[in-house]
């Protein structure tokens, strides 16, 4: 079983209590790490300035933070996805890989909270209607409050 690092326990503190009792639910069974809870106003500008936010202020900037930032945690890190590299025997690249570890990772946290009553909107599907392609921003790490 998976436990939470200080770093991320700290981080999960600074949000919402139905967001620290999902998190603390999903990695009992699923291991990720917590990137982001709260957010000061001066980051949030920073991260809109360059482009990593498209929003101004947002549920981050809440206090308790309505939003938090989670990963998966996979062979000891953040499986990010780099630009396609090697593929394996089926032509699936390394990249294809780590991106659907996200929606894998997504889609458990959904079902938990869903089972837990607790409602979420996540970065990869802004409007809730599992169709991917409409999109047009990923935060996959992103899983809010609704």
Not at 15 to 26: G, K, R, T, W
Not at 91 to 107: I, L, M, T, W
Request: glycine residues 6%.
């Amino acid at each position: 079983m998976a436990e939470f690092s200080k770093s991320s326990r700290d981080q999960l503190t600074t949000c919402d209590s139905q967001l620290q009792e999902l998190f603390y639910a999903v990695v009992k069974e699923y291991d990720c790490t917590v990137i982001e809870g709260h957010r000061s106003y001066q980051r949030q500008t920073a991260l809109f300035a360059a482009g990593d936010s498209r929003v101004r202020a947002g549920k981050h900037n809440e206090y308790p933070s309505a939003a938090v930032d989670v990963a998966p945690y996979v062979d000891g890190g953040i499986p990010w996805p780099s630009k396609p590299i090697a593929q394996d025997v089926y032509g699936v690249s390394e990249y294809v890989k780590r991106v659907a570890q996200f929606y894998h990772f997504a889609g458990f946290v959904e079902a938990k909270a869903k089972v837990m009553s607790i409602r979420i909107r996540w970065g990869g599907d802004w409007d809730r209607d599992h169709y991917f392609s409409d999109q047009s921003f990923d935060d996959l790490v992103h899983f809010e409050l609704i």
